[in-house]
């Protein structure tokens, strides 16, 4: 199963919207540098390294709602198409040249929800995105690769 990276975003605002960026530099345990969720490594809490959500998912809640959420409002690092997160926890995956961990599944909130538009909650349920762990740091840029590593 292999997908590629089409967009990523971050902020260093804590509740700003992120901005996308061409490439990103992550740091494993830590996540991607500059982002409002790079922590000390004394902060590190599983699962909160890297957000990923997929192109279809966002496409899918447009179709079925109405509701246009663009990825930066979705509030994930990184945009996929052509992979499938929830398939992807527990189970080591690359992004270009990172070597991640999918940990959980990064169900929608209603934090998300006060912040885009009625709706996004029962939506986007069962296809948020994935909450993933950094293992093996290193950059990655929109046209990079996802794929699942062997076991």
């Not at 809490?45 to 079925?64: F, H, N, P, S, Y």
Request: hydrophobic residues 40%.
């Amino acid at each position: 199963m292999a997908g590629v990276v089409e967009q990523i975003a971050i902020t260093s605002v804590p509740h700003g919207l992120p901005e996308p960026v061409e490439r990103v530099e992550l740091v494993a345990g830590r996540g991607p540098k500059g982002d409002r969720k790079f922590a000390p490594k004394s902060m590190r809490r599983k699962g909160k390294d890297l957000t990923l959500i997929e192109a279809e998912a966002l496409e899918a809640l447009r179709a079925e709602t109405g509701i246009a959420l663009s990825h930066e409002e979705s509030r994930r690092n990184v945009l996929t198409r052509g992979v499938r997160l929830n398939d992807m926890v527990g189970k080591r995956f690359r992004v270009g040249e990172v070597e991640c961990e999918g940990v959980v599944l990064n169900e929608p909130c209603t934090h998300l929800e006060s912040l885009t538009y009625p709706g996004v909650l029962a939506g986007l349920e069962n296809r948020g995105g994935l909450r993933a762990n950094v293992l093996v740091g290193g950059t990655i840029a929109a046209g990079d690769e996802v794929s699942e590593l062997p076991s």
